[in-house]
């Protein structure tokens, strides 16, 4: 599989739609449904805190969420990187979730849920500003996808993998318009 992009901008409203692509990969891919639902939700929270904490809700910063599968090593695993164009953070300065002070609080719980539903989370910087929260997923195969995938090495049916384009990369940016009544979103995608 090539890479997926997504652009969007820093509006809650869009948030779901981020979650459904990270539920979608997940699925291309053969992921069983718990699996799918556990990537959905910590890109939910990683574009969640893009939004909030990195870009303030400023709807001229974008958000961009990436999806790839390592190319190196087995078990093969999905990587999911989620930017924003914000001031950054140190991953060191946000307040333990867990301590008796902050148990109660109304946030601050992401980055926790999102090493729940994740095997790796990383956090950085990014020298022209922002943060990028990268976090990878190994790719344990539905059960049925399993004997499927055996049957297509077998020459009985066709490859999973040849149902996505080899190397491609796909992006898709989004506008979201301000009129209540305009229900419709454009979408540009890129090949």
Known sequence: MGTIKLEIPSDRQIVDLAEMGGVGVARIHGMADGETEALGLAVREAVI???VHGNKEDRTQR?????AVAAEGVPRRLVTTVR?????FDLEEVPDPL????????SGRGLLFICGFTDDLSVTR?????TEVRFTKQIARHPAVLSAHHKCRSGSARSRDAWWPGRATVTVRLAVTDHPRNAT???VADR
């Open 99 to 106: 301590a008796p002070e902050n148990l109660l609080r109304r």
């Open 185 to 187: 979103t454009p979408v």
């Open 63 to 67: 958000v961009s969420i990436e999806f």
């Open 126 to 130: 990014v020298p022209t500003g922002g």
């Open 84 to 88: 924003d164009q914000g001031q950054g």
């Open 49 to 51: 805190n893009a939004i």
